[in-house]
Nanobody, 115 residues
Framework: QVQLVESGGGSVQPGGSLRLSCAAS????????MGWYRQAPGKQRESVAT???????TYADSVKGRFTISRDNAKNTVYLQMNSLIPEDTAVYYC?????????WGQGTQVTVSS
């Protein structure tokens, strides 16, 4: 079965950096687009960044220039490098893959940006 396991969240001061990782299993990883989403308290889940199997990336306007999504097909892992973090980035971050028109999600990892 498809499994996604996120790691790398934590608490950081404004201006700091974090790198999230998502390890995938149960799929031929290199064939699928991967995405990072986030959900802040009281808000809907939103797309943060995506990377297709060719390496083409997209970003939400709110994170452009600060976040970078990448993938390592040899490790079945997708990353989200987050720099210049601001309090508005505080949320639970989820990894996503769509397989056969079904969305799969990881358990989420908390990112808190606060002074």
């Amino acid at each position: 079965q498809v499994q996604l396991v996120e790691s790398g969240g934590g608490s950081v001061q404004p201006g700091g950096s974090l790198r999230l990782s998502c390890a995938a299993s149960g799929i031929i990883f290199r064939l699928y687009a991967m995405g990072w989403y986030r959900q802040a308290p009281g808000k809907q889940r939103e797309s943060v960044a995506t990377i297709n199997r060719g390496g083409t990336t997209t970003y939400a306007d709110s994170v452009k220039g600060r976040f970078t999504i990448s993938r390592d097909n040899a490790k079945n892992t997708v990353y989200l490098q987050m720099n210049s973090l601001i309090p508005e980035d505080t949320a639970v971050y989820y990894c996503n893959v769509n397989v056969g028109l079904k969305d799969y999600w990881g358990q989420g990892t908390q990112v808190t940006v606060s002074s």
